[in-house]
């Protein structure tokens, strides 16, 4: 499954969150693999590189400040992700569990986080399955 969240970072980590919460209440932790994948933006450079802010450290977590210690860092968060993000999950459940893969499948698309990202479903033995598959294999 493909979904592309464009320069939506916090909508992507809200589905990375809601994933990571399938995994451990629904035992799937070989079954239900994912990968994020940031393509930069460019800058007009003319080298083609986009430009990134030199990340400053971060202040000490007190209680009273935490709030402003979490702005500060979604708001670094968004000055280096201006690029598109797509989220890649892959189902690799064994064959005599066709019921439950296909509940997943119907599920994962529509939920919140995912719809908005345009879901693209890509089975195996499809046209384009090698070619996400290769994506996905290269992503670390």
Known sequence: MLFDFAADEEKLQQARHKLEGWKQAFRLDKKLLYKMDRVEATTGDGDGSAAKPEK?????????????????????NKAEG???????????????????????????????????????????????????????????
């Open 56 to 76: 400053t450290a971060r202040p000490e977590k007190h209680a009273k400040d935490k709030g402003k210690v979490k702005a500060a860092v979604a708001e670094e």
């Open 82 to 140: 201006n690029g598109d993000v797509k989220l890649l999950v892959r189902l690799a459940f064994s064959g005599h569990e066709k019921l439950s893969e296909q509940r997943w499948v119907q599920r994962i698309p529509a939920e919140e986080p995912f719809q908005g990202a345009a879901p693209k479903v890509v089975k195996g033995g499809e046209e384009g399955f090698e070619e996400v598959e290769k994506k996905f294999e290269e992503l670390d």
